[in-house]
């Protein structure tokens, strides 16, 4: 069995049929998870989910771009939340683009374990952050 990851997560995709699973996926591995279909919805949820990780598709509708979205919600947030991008693109400007963000990508489709081990790294991560932060304090 799969170590459970208690992450909050905000996920922002625009197609309502793969939030829906990938909310189901994020649960069932013990991610307290919320969705947005695009920057506005986001940055509404965020101040009170607090996310401690960021997954965005790639292009959302309009001219707004997951890099765009993560780039708004760290802004708000003060601090350089995790992400992740998640694209179907292939096209060569777009891939440049999203990887020039500097967040992490991904290829659609992600297979759940491979998804699975980058959110375990990112939930170690955090873990040894917060253990850093709060040695030698009375918890």
Known sequence: PLRPLSLRVLLIDDDAIVCASMQRLLQAWGCVCQVADGIDQALALAPALRPELIISDYRL??????????????????????????????????????????????????????????????AAALDADWAENNSGENV
């Open 61 to 122: 509708r309009g001219q707004q771009t997951g890099a765009g979205a993560i780039a708004a919600l760290r802004q708000q947030a003060g601090r350089s939340v995790p992400a992740l991008l998640i694209t179907g693109d292939t096209a060569p400007a777009r891939l440049r683009e999203a990887r020039n963000s500097g967040v992490p990508l991904l290829h659609k489709p992600v297979a759940p374990a491979q998804l699975y081990r980058v959110l375990a790294d990112i």
